[in-house]
Structure formats: structure tokens, C-alpha cells
């Protein structure tokens, strides 16, 4: 069980002012986006959707299935996000949705010229590590989970998009080019993570990483994974920050605390012999990151998992 980071979810509407049962949309526009709430409280089935501009959705509570071009269907959960570009259609499913179980989802529509200029800015001034590599949105990483940071840009876009002040307007824009960032982190941090093994041979980052996840229940030394990138120390924790969005220490709490989440599917294992094999060297420290980055002890963890039969 990985954490999941779901972005703060509005108030839904009372029943009395639906206008439909089926995707009951509430539309907030500005210059630079368009923001819907949408919520569903009865079970459906190809529900269209559309958008002409890039769509950044993500989902707030229940469950739909999504069916993309190409028969690419998956089921979509809270914690979770989808990017679609213009004008792509979706279809949804809606199999578990009912007034007492509603679905709502956040669908960000962005103007196509913030996100050439957001991502023009980060190639001119913050480039990848890489020559040859750039800053563009990864159309292949059109599903993916939220990080924390991500979940907490657009949570403050959502508060700023329903506050009534003059400088709405302006924080909002701003809070949109911080979740372009962190869209293209989030997406690259991906790609580094599930293919460190494949890429390590021509990315520095990427050689780090794979190194990282084989020696989680080593002692890892940033000095160490500094040289091995042919890096200053200095430039390897800001081009990790940069590509990634979590420097090198984060990015290694976040694999142990991945790993003593499925270590803790051992019932052999004590709360203590998880620790040590995650890769910590204090129980104290352990059992407060992993309730900093899971929300829950990793008791209560435990307890929270199916029986083993």
C-alpha cells in the first residue's frame, strides 16, 4: 500500500440543488482555467466527457471506470489523477455510485498558453540534469498517483478558486504554473522510479535511484550518491529536488516506508524487525515518519490489512 494524497475535496451539493443525479457539474471560470466539480449519486454506465482545452482531473471520492481511446479502460480512485489533451474524449462508468456513496471529481481545464509558457520558463532556466532531455509534458504517463506536493498545489487552487478576495485571480494563476511543476515532477519521478534499472546507463539520476532501491536496508550516504551520479554534492540534492520534487533524503523515506508497508504484510514480523529491514536504525523515528506519510501507525496498518487465510 502505497500513501495516497487526495486533494481537498468541496462540500458536495445538497440534494435539493442537483440539477442531474448523473455528473451534476459546478463550474468556476478564470482567465487562465476553468474548474469543475463534478458528482455523481446514481450508478451509470458511457457517460461522455470532453474538453477543448488540456484537462488535468482528479479524483475526490467513490470510484469510476474510465474508458480512453484506444480501449484503454482502468479504474479511477481518490488519490489518484488523469491528464487528457485537448479535445480527447472520455467515457466513464459510474458501477458503485448512489446518494449514499456519491463519486466527485476535480476537472481542471488549463488555457494551452500558461502551459507552454510555464514549461518554456523550466527548460530556459531549470534544465534537466541530462543534455538531450527537456521539460514536456509525458502523454505516456497519462494515469498516475498523486504526491503529496501535487495533491497540496491543487487543494490551495480549489480554496483560492471558491475565496471571494481581489487577489484571488493572481493567486490562482500563480498556483496554476506551481501545479504544471509539479504535474512534469510527478510524471518524471515516475518514469525515473519504474524504469531506474532500464535507464541507469545513460541517466545519472536514474543510475542513484536503482542504487537506492537496492540498498534500502543499507546505510545510504548522500556523499556516496553524489559521486556515483558524478555529482557535486550540491548539484546532485538540487537536480534531484528539480526532477523529482523531493530531494535525495525524501525520496529515500518515501521507499522504506513503501517497504515496511509490505514487510508489514508478514505476520512473522514484529513492528521492530520491520523497522530494522526497512532500513531504519530507530523505532521511534520510524513509527512518526510512517504516520507523517501514511496517516496511520503502522499498527493500526496492520490491523487495517485482510486476513491471511
Not at 48 to 71: A, E, I, P
Not at 156 to 177: C, G, M, T, W, Y
Not at 227 to 239: P, Y
Not at 247 to 254: A, K, L, N, R, S
Request: charged share 25%.
Amino acid at each position: 500500500m502505497q500513501p495516497s494524497f487526495t486533494p481537498f475535496a468541496p462540500a458536495l451539493r445538497k440534494p435539493e440543488d442537483l440539477i442531474t443525479m448523473v455528473e451534476n457539474r459546478t463550474v468556476i471560470s478564470r482567465p487562465q482555467f476553468e474548474l469543475n466539480v463534478f458528482e455523481t449519486h446514481l450508478q451509470a454506465d458511457n457517460v461522455r466527457l470532453q474538453f477543448d482545452d488540456l484537462v488535468f482531473t482528479s479524483m475526490l471520492r467513490g470510484k469510476k471506470v474510465m474508458h480512453l481511446k484506444g480501449d484503454n479502460h482502468f479504474e479511477y480512485y481518490p488519490g489518484e489523477s488523469v491528464i487528457l489533451g485537448p479535445g480527447e474524449e472520455m467515457l466513464i462508468d459510474f458501477p458503485e455510485a448512489k446518494v449514499s456513496n456519491p463519486t466527485q471529481c476535480l476537472a481542471l481545464a488549463v488555457n494551452q498558453d500558461i502551459i507552454r509558457q510555464t514549461i518554456t520558463l523550466l527548460n530556459e532556466n531549470y534544465p534537466k540534469s541530462e543534455d538531450g532531455e527537456i521539460w514536456d509534458i509525458a502523454w505516456n504517463q497519462f494515469h498516475f498517483r498523486n504526491t503529496d506536493q501535487l495533491a497540496d498545489t491543487l487543494s490551495r487552487l480549489v480554496k483560492l478558486s471558491f475565496e471571494p478576495h481581489q487577489s484571488r485571480d493572481l493567486l490562482a494563476n500563480l498556483s496554476i504554473q506551481e501545479l504544471i511543476v509539479r504535474l512534469l515532477q510527478t510524471q518524471a519521478r515516475k518514469v525515473l522510479i519504474d524504469h531506474a534499472s532500464k535507464n541507469s546507463h545513460k541517466n545519472r539520476l536514474a543510475y542513484a535511484i536503482e542504487h537506492i532501491q537496492n540498498h534500502l536496508s543499507d546505510v545510504l550516504c548522500i556523499d556516496k550518491l553524489s559521486e556515483m551520479a558524478c555529482m557535486s554534492k550540491a548539484n546532485f540534492h538540487r537536480a534531484f529536488k528539480r526532477e523529482l520534487g523531493l530531494t535525495p533524503v525524501e525520496y529515500i523515506q518515501h521507499e522504506r516506508i513503501k517497504l515496511a508497508s509490505q514487510l508489514l504484510k508478514d505476520p512473522a514480523l514484529t513492528l521492530t524487525d520491520v523497522c530494522f529491514r526497512a532500513g531504519f536504525n530507530n523505532t521511534n523515528y520510524f513509527f512518526i515518519l510512517f504516520k507523517k506519510l501514511t496517516g496511520t501507525t503502522p499498527g493500526e496498518f496492520r490491523k487495517s490489512l485482510p486476513p491471511i487465510h
